[in-house]
């Protein structure tokens, strides 16, 4: 499929190269694993690159760059089956992960503080029951059903993945609470089967430094 650029700490939020990294390992489709460091040569030279100045970017197999996260998951979940089979179906896997990115645009306030003590007291405010957080995850498990474990029922797709990966990484001490999805049973239920539909992938996935 080409060759996927990202940082090489680029799991701090939802990382486009591990979603990529899975489905293309679910699709049977090669990716060239790329990771720049912060300040790096590969950094100046992959940003002069990249149509929109920045990263993730996918250099396609004819050479052409492209980049924005979301559009380059689009584009690896279409190429590898792992997307829907209607265009209603596909509005509703966008629909439900840019309601996660507009969770992820409210708790930038914490992400960019830089006091300590004030980044501690909204992290912990962030997730408390009440709070926006846990409005927005309550968004999210209404969008599932019983009929599930999926956004599409019984079919996995890019949108599942990138779900996964983000409340992998809230659900751990440094960037959330253990017990996060503990009143979603949906969420919970659709987070696991995602994990043990790439178990395999999982097991041998590149480290990635937190």
Excluded at 96 to 109: C, G, K, Q, R, W
Excluded at 196 to 202: E, F, H, R, V
């Amino acid at each position: 499929v080409g060759s996927l650029a990202e940082f090489a700490d680029g799991k701090a939020v939802v990382s486009t190269q591990s979603t990529g990294r899975i489905l293309c390992s679910l699709g049977g489709v090669s990716l060239e694993d790329v990771r720049v460091d912060r300040g790096s040569v590969e950094l100046r030279e992959a940003l002069s690159a990249s149509p929109g100045g920045c990263i993730p970017t996918l250099q396609l197999p004819t050479n052409e760059v492209v980049c924005q996260s979301l559009a380059i998951t689009r584009y690896l979940g279409a190429i590898t089956g792992y997307c829907g089979s209607t265009p209603v179906e596909n509005l509703k896997l966008d629909q439900f992960v840019e309601i996660m990115y507009d969770l992820i645009a409210a708790y930038d306030t914490v992400v960019k503080e830089t006091d300590p003590v004030s980044k501690e007291r909204k992290k912990k405010e962030a997730f408390k029951n009440d709070s926006y957080f846990y409005r927005y995850l309550g968004h999210l498990e209404a969008l599932l059903t019983d009929d599930g474990p999926f956004l599409l029922q019984a079919k996995m797709t890019w949108a599942d993945i990138v779900i996964m990966s983000f409340l992998e990484l809230k659900q751990t001490p440094n960037f959330g609470r253990e017990d996060l999805l503990a009143t979603f049973p949906r969420l919970t239920a659709q987070y696991n089967a995602v994990r043990k539909s790439i178990a395999g992938y999982l097991e041998t996935r590149p480290k990635t430094p937190k």
